[in-house]
């Protein structure tokens, strides 16, 4: 019978290793059915088939013959139908092991559904997860940001406080105003004054002037009256001293 010879690789140490073997997967599928068939396990010993065979024949060769050999068939009869049993039962064993296996494996295969189907519903589950992550990233960002806005607002003054400083500010600027326009008024008044006292001014100098002139006309007429009096009295006293002399 084949069998499958384990072939040492380099990549094998001596505490274990991958084994490799002498035959592909297939060939390996061929010698189990083989075996199960058979009932062959090991190269060592007769096939139980082939035992099962000879036991037949024997009995099959013993009922052809024509002597009285009644109790030799008998005896043989029993044989074959000991090995029969002896093969059979590894048979029915098989069969158990089958139907259990074939059991499992439709209990696999529906584990096996199952698990896809609940791999598939997960990762669905995964992408709705990534969906609601990402719809909370945003929420949570408007939040912090409300949240910013709020605190800005909350550290601001109160309105009340502000409309009253507005208030007061207003009531400043209607009095800064009113005094504006009240020293605006003053301001021109006093243009007005100045421009007054500036022709006041001005006419007073042209009357000091005028005056002075008047002054020194006056002043010149009476010095030049003056003058005219010493030399008249000049001349007078010389006429005299003429005569006094003649």
Not at 63 to 82: M, W
Not at 91 to 111: G, M
Not at 196 to 203: Q, S
């Amino acid at each position: 019978m084949l069998k499958a010879r384990k072939v040492s690789g380099r990549g094998e140490t001596a505490g274990g290793g991958t084994a490799h073997y002498a035959f592909g997967a297939l060939e390996d599928d061929l010698i189990i059915k083989h075996r199960l068939l058979t009932r062959t396990t090991t190269t060592r010993g007769e096939p139980p088939l082939k035992k099962l065979q000879k036991k037949f024949t024997s009995f099959a060769l013993e009922t052809e013959k024509d002597a009285d050999n009644y109790a030799d068939c008998e005896r043989l009869a029993k044989a074959f139908l000991q090995e029969l049993k002896t093969f059979e039962l590894p048979l029915v064993k098989t069969k158990a092991v089958i139907d259990a296996n074939v059991r499992e494996k439709e209990n696999f295969n529906e584990l096996n559904d199952e698990i896809n189907r609940k791999i598939v519903e997960a990762q669905n589950d995964i992408e709705e997860l990534k969906k609601q992550l990402e719809e909370s990233k945003v929420e949570r960002k408007h939040k912090e940001e409300c949240e910013m806005i709020r605190k800005l607002i909350a550290a601001q003054t109160p309105r009340y406080e502000t409309q009253k400083l507005i208030n007061e500010l207003e009531k400043e600027i209607a009095a800064l105003e009113a005094e504006n326009t009240a020293s605006s008024r003053t301001l021109e008044l006093r243009k007005k004054q100045f421009i007054l006292l500036l022709h006041v001014v001005d006419e007073l100098q042209n009357t000091i002037e005028e005056e002075q002139k008047s002054m020194l006309e006056e002043m010149r007429m009476s010095i030049f009256e003056n003058k005219n009096i010493v030399e008249g009295a000049a001349a007078a006293a010389g006429t005299s001293e003429s005569m006094a002399i003649d």
